[in-house]
């Protein structure tokens, strides 16, 4: 079992930034590839970023490319999102979630674990 606890959610202006938090617990966190997705209301939950076990490969999807950037410090049992230049569109629920697997996955079925999210606002 693996428990996830995001935070660093939070309101913010059109253009800023925020960072997202993700602590794990409870078994290896270096054997799970990491994910966070979002859903905003009444939409589907969304892929938003995804990062390997070892942290060497990452993918994005497109709407957040170059605007936000997965992490991972393995010795710490954390996962990160650094987003930037926010937008409206953004607002969501973010959820960080955890596969036993070397690879990253962006399809969240595959997914084993979820935190319980963290609200993004973007005000315009």
């Known amino acids: 079992q693996v428990q996830l606890v995001e935070s660093g959610g939070g309101l913010v202006q059109a253009g800023g930034s925020l960072r997202l938090s993700c602590a794990a617990s409870?078994?290896?966190?270096?054997?799970?590839?990491m994910g966070w997705f979002r859903q905003a209301p009444g939409k589907e939950r969304e892929f938003v970023a995804a990062?390997?076990?070892?942290?060497?490969?990452?993918s994005y999807a497109d709407s957040v490319k170059g605007r936000f950037t997965i992490s991972r410090v393995n010795a710490n049992n954390t996962v990160s999102l650094q987003m930037n230049a926010l937008k409206p569109e953004d607002t969501a629920a973010y959820y960080c979630?955890?596969?036993?697997?070397?690879?990253?996955?962006?399809?969240?079925?595959?997914?084993?674990?979820w935190g319980q999210g963290t609200q993004v606002t973007v005000s315009s």
């Open positions: 409870g078994r290896t966190f270096s054997n799970y590839a």
């Open positions: 979630a955890a596969v036993r697997s070397a690879f990253y996955h962006i399809v969240s079925r595959n997914y084993d674990y």
């Open positions: 990062i390997s076990r070892s942290g060497g490969t990452t």
